[in-house]
């Protein structure tokens, strides 16, 4: 018989690939993507082609995480090393010859512009899983001094541009995987006690610390401004103000229904500021009300809950660490950016994963997703595997 008939068909060598996908966390992504092509028809109609370039990177992010999603745990490992060195430099390049755009640098031309601070909310956890999977059983303090090291590096490079958003997402991410490495809740509770008393004593002091003046060291003006304008918007309703008090009207006005589908008053009349970025969510639950509100919350707690499940599942201590920073870095994106539209967080510029426009920030959350598919694949592998054997 001739090789041609012994060549296995096309869908017979497509199939394995597909082997020990979790089904439901592509369920909730799908029901996710849905939603912000929906939202995002709405929002960005007549700002020419997001639409049609919200798709395509939804496109792009679906092949970044079916290719992810066939590279073992193991493999991944190898590439922490060099994409947070990569990483790093891009951050010096960009304190060095960095593209200003309003007020900040945060972006180097490498042929390309493009934001070298996205590519550390995947390689900063991706670096940290590594170094706690080679120090696995003989985990020590000094481990985690150099962890907060490697963490404390770029997420200072990060606000040096400015960027509070950015960095932030980086600690969180970071800070999770070192959590879940063993962190001692000893040295964990002292610095959560003490943020939670400098709030209370920043709320009781409001009035004295954002007169007009008064200086924080320890931030620059633009995030000062942002915090008393979070506590006080109607200090500045026309400028300053203006985007919390508009994002906090359209959801309002929404009710438990909302208005509709093209139906936002407050988003078509061009009210909200950025209604296809950060402030897309305002527009969301003008138009699909508490009821969509309920609904974009719940999914994004289900996607968060299986990256948990995931994590108590993995094969290897890499990959529960970073199962659980996705799961964190989920939870970051969805709950600041739904806290700063609804004004009980400071405007910090960060997108809303799925929903907002945006094609670095997706590529970054496909990412994520075809690294977290990749722990939950091979662990289901591994399961089906051992049941054959029998």
Same mark, same amino acid.
């Given at each position: +018989?001739?090789?041609?008939?012994?060549?296995?068909? =096309?869908?017979?060598?497509?199939?394995? +690939? *597909?082997?020990?996908?979790?089904?439901?966390? @592509?369920?909730?992504?799908?029901?996710?993507?849905?939603?912000? @092509?929906?939202? +995002?028809?709405?929002?960005?109609?007549?700002?020419?082609?997001? &639409?049609?370039?919200?798709?395509?990177?939804?496109?792009?992010?679906?092949?970044?995480?079916?290719?992810?999603?066939?590279?073992?745990?193991?493999? $991944?490992?190898?590439?922490?090393?060099?994409?947070?060195?990569?990483? #790093?430099?891009?951050? =010096?390049?960009?304190?060095?010859?960095?593209?200003?755009?309003?007020?900040?640098?945060?972006?180097?031309?490498?042929?390309?512009?493009?934001?070298?601070?996205?590519?550390? /909310?995947?390689?900063?956890?991706?670096?940290?899983?590594?170094? *706690?999977?080679?120090?696995?059983?003989?985990?020590?303090?000094?481990?985690? #001094?150099?962890? &907060? %090291?490697?963490?404390?590096?770029?997420?200072?490079?990060?606000?040096?541009?400015?960027?509070?958003?950015?960095?932030?997402?980086? $600690?969180?991410?970071?800070?999770?995987?070192?959590?879940?490495? !063993?962190?001692?809740? /000893?040295? #964990?509770?002292?610095?959560?006690?003490?943020?939670?008393?400098?709030?209370?004593?920043?709320?009781?002091?409001?009035?004295?610390?954002?007169?007009? %003046?008064?200086?924080?060291?320890?931030?620059?003006?633009?995030?000062?401004?942002?915090?008393?304008?979070?506590?006080?918007?109607?200090?500045?309703?026309?400028?300053?103000?203006?985007?919390?008090?508009?994002?906090?009207?359209?959801?309002?006005?929404?009710?438990?229904?909302?208005?509709?589908?093209?139906?936002?008053?407050?988003?078509?009349?061009?009210?909200?500021?950025?209604?296809?970025?950060? *402030?897309?969510?305002?527009?969301?639950?003008?138009?699909?009300?508490?009821?969509?509100?309920?609904?974009?919350?719940?999914?994004?707690?289900?996607?968060?809950?299986?990256? $948990?499940?995931?994590?108590?599942?993995?094969?290897?201590?890499? !990959?529960?660490?970073?199962?659980?920073?996705?799961?964190?870095? *989920?939870?970051?994106?969805?709950?600041?950016?739904? %806290?700063?539209?609804?004004?009980?967080?400071? #405007?910090?510029?960060?997108?809303?994963?799925?929903?907002?426009?945006?094609?670095?920030?997706?590529?970054?959350? %496909?990412?994520?997703?075809?690294?977290? +598919?990749?722990?939950?694949?091979?662990?289901?592998?591994?399961?089906?595997?051992?049941?054959?054997?029998?």
């Amino acid at each position: +018989m001739s090789a041609e008939f012994d060549k296995p068909s =096309l869908l017979r060598r497509i199939v394995p +690939m *597909f082997q020990g996908f979790d089904w439901w966390l @592509l369920l909730v992504i799908a029901l996710l993507a849905g939603t912000g @092509l929906l939202a +995002m028809y709405s929002a960005g109609y007549d700002h020419g082609t997001r &639409f049609a370039d919200h798709a395509r990177n939804m496109l792009l992010a679906a092949a970044i995480l079916f290719v992810i999603a066939q590279i073992p745990p193991p493999r $991944l490992m190898l590439a922490a090393v060099p994409l947070y060195a990569l990483g #790093v430099v891009l951050l =010096l390049a960009v304190l060095l010859f960095g593209i200003t755009k309003k007020g900040a640098t945060r972006w180097v031309n490498v042929g390309v512009v493009i934001q070298p601070s996205e590519l550390l /909310k995947i390689a900063m956890p991706l670096m940290l899983a590594w170094w *706690f999977q080679r120090r696995e059983g003989q985990i020590r303090a000094w481990d985690f #001094v150099i962890a &907060f %090291g490697l963490l404390a590096l770029p997420a200072a490079l990060i606000l040096k541009q400015p960027d509070l958003g950015t960095a932030l997402l980086v $600690l969180a991410s970071g800070l999770a995987v070192i959590f879940f490495a !063993g962190l001692p809740w /000893k040295l #964990v509770l002292p610095p959560v006690l003490l943020g939670a008393v400098g709030i209370f004593l920043l709320i009781m002091n409001e009035e004295r610390l954002c007169a007009d %003046g008064v200086s924080w060291y320890f931030l620059h003006d633009y995030q000062r401004t942002r915090v008393c304008t979070l506590l006080d918007p109607m200090r500045d309703p026309l400028g300053k103000g203006f985007h919390i008090i508009q994002g906090m009207i359209a959801i309002g006005s929404g009710g438990v229904w909302g208005k509709g589908f093209m139906a936002g008053t407050q988003t078509h009349l061009e009210f909200i500021p950025e209604r296809t970025t950060d *402030f897309i969510f305002a527009a969301y639950a003008e138009e699909f009300g508490l009821v969509g509100v309920l609904f974009l919350i719940t999914c994004f707690l289900l996607l968060v809950w299986r990256a $948990l499940l995931i994590a108590l599942r993995a094969n290897s201590l890499f !990959g529960r660490l970073m199962a659980a920073a996705v799961a964190v870095i *989920f939870f970051s994106y969805s709950f600041v950016n739904m %806290g700063m539209v609804s004004g009980i967080l400071p #405007v910090v510029g960060v997108p809303l994963p799925f929903i907002s426009y945006g094609g670095t920030a997706m590529v970054t959350l %496909g990412l994520a997703l075809g690294i977290l +598919m990749s722990v939950s694949r091979a662990q289901r592998l591994a399961a089906r595997a051992a049941r054959r054997s029998l």
